[in-house]
């Protein structure tokens, strides 16, 4: 509804949405820049992860590492790394959150909100 029945102002609308996508082009790129970490076994595995969820390293420390047992090893692996995801698309929400209520909160496609 706009305040006394006016029509509302076209170019200030297109200003509007223009500033938002450039807000959000921003917050994209600063998101592929910015990286996060997650870990598993206490620290023996970590996994480093942009803020777009791409993966940077992955570090395992020796002490995780038996011949006998890989399999522990690899779920270490995987474990880091979800927890880096989760804290990357814990980034996002705080990055982007904020943008997609001003689009009306109807929210991102491919992104989780």
């Known amino acids: 509804m706009i305040p006394g029945g006016g029509q509302p102002n076209m170019q200030q609308l297109l200003q509007q949405a223009q500033k938002m996508q ?20 206490g620290g023996l595995v970590k996994a480093t992860v942009t803020g777009a969820g791409e993966l940077r390293a992955l570090k395992i420390d020796p002490k995780a590492v038996d011949p006998e047992d890989t399999d522990t090893l690899a779920d270490l692996v995987v474990a880091a790394v979800q927890a880096a995801n989760e804290n990357a698309q814990n980034l996002q929400q705080e990055k982007l959150g904020p943008l ?7 929210g991102f496609p491919g992104l989780p909100f």
């Open 100 to 106: 997609a209520q001003g689009l009306g909160g109807g």
């Open 22 to 41: 450039q807000d959000l082009q921003r917050a994209q790129e600063e998101l592929a820049r910015t990286e996060v970490e997650g870990q598993a076994g």
